[in-house]
């Protein structure tokens, strides 16, 4: 297939459009260190999701499925702000058994475990 010249400058126009008006947010990262030019960080936090996603096939039941689905963004944040999750676990549940309802409020940063503690 063939491409005719003013497709492929219409294409062009359209890109260096795009870089004008969204340059400076594309390079963004450079000027504010924080930011890193890969996503290597997310990569690696969503790989055990991925494997236990390929292993969710063989859950015995659906629910089982929906209980893992659960608890893994509660571990995988213990994980990254580096908490014990045992111990976030105890402490939650005690809050539930308490009568505590407000589960927003019962995050990992907000129960008053101590960090450093995996």
């Not at 997310?42 to 689905?69: G, H, Q, W």
């Not at 995988?76 to 308490?98: D, G, H, M, P, W």
């Amino acid at each position: 297939m063939r491409v005719s010249r003013q497709t492929v400058r219409n294409w062009l126009e359209k890109a260096i459009n795009y870089l004008d008006y969204f340059g400076y947010q594309v390079f963004l990262y450079r000027k504010d260190r924080n930011y890193t030019i890969d996503n290597s960080l997310a990569e690696r936090y969503i790989r055990p999701l991925v494997n236990e996603r390929k292993n969710s096939l063989f859950f015995s039941s659906d629910k089982m499925a929906r209980v893992s689905v659960a608890y893994h963004p509660i571990v995988s944040t213990c994980r990254l702000q580096e908490y014990s999750i045992l111990e976030y676990f105890k402490r939650f549940f005690t809050e539930i058994v308490a009568g505590n309802p407000d589960y927003g409020k019962l995050t990992p940063s907000t129960i008053g475990i101590s960090a450093n503690k995996i």
